[in-house]
């Protein structure tokens, strides 16, 4: 080879992976629920009452959705299917309070739509908390807070009950809470290869994990 020869350029080598998108979709979920949820709960009077809104279609919506897209990628089914559908969730919550809520005919309807909403969400929700005993302690604990806040905003909704909705909101602030703990131990943990918040181990072991 000449000194005027080129040196091959080296193969680059194939990603085979991306970081973890689960703190970043906690993180998305996590925020968007404590602003609904601090409004729920009667905390929020002096405000508007709709902070959460553009945040329900930018970071609970378009982030949380992008991070399941992520898990697909990883080939993490129980991931990818959480986070696209709270991702669905909150961009279809806002639409449904900009776009349909003014027109409701009176409170009554559109709590009874929210009602329906959160009915359904509940029962997707029933079915992750069951598999999420085999991802580890700190998302069953999301997924079981989240279980709660859904049945209480339900019945509070379908029933016209504001002291329900307002437990509900308190219990919305709590799982928001939860799931911020394990956003922030997805995080360290990922940057330091260890164990730095535990997040326990599955609760139930039941074949391989997805």
């Known amino acids: 080879m000449s000194s005027t020869d080129e040196a091959p350029a080296p193969v680059a080598q ?57 898990e697909f990628r990883n080939r993490n089914v129980f991931g990818s299917t959480a986070f696209s559908t709270y991702g669905g969730f909150w961009i279809g919550l806002g639409l449904w309070a900009v776009l349909v809520a003014p027109h409701a005919l009176s409170a009554s309807a559109a709590g009874k739509d929210l009602g329906w909403i959160l009915l359904a969400f509940a029962i997707f929700n029933t079915y992750m908390l069951i598999f999420s005993t085999q991802v580890n302690a700190a998302v069953f604990g999301v997924f079981l807070t989240l ?53 326990g181990k599955p609760l139930m072991a039941m074949g391989r994990t997805v």
Not at 15 to 29: C, E, M, N, Q, R
Not at 149 to 176: C, P
């Open 14 to 70: 194939a990603v085979t992976g991306i970081a973890d998108p689960a703190p970043l979709g906690l993180a998305a979920f996590a925020l968007t629920t404590f602003l609904l949820s601090a409004v729920n709960a009667g905390w929020a009077k002096s405000s508007t009452g709709s902070d959460w809104l553009g945040y329900a279609f930018a970071y609970g919506g378009l982030v949380q959705l992008l991070a399941g897209m992520w």
């Open 147 to 199: 279980e709660l806040t859904e049945i209480f905003l339900f019945i509070g909704n379908f029933a016209g009950n504001a002291n329900i909705v307002k437990v509900g909101g308190y219990i919305g602030v709590l799982t928001a809470l939860v799931a911020w703990y394990t956003s922030a131990a997805g995080v360290i943990n990922g940057m330091k290869g260890s164990i730095v918040l535990p997040v």
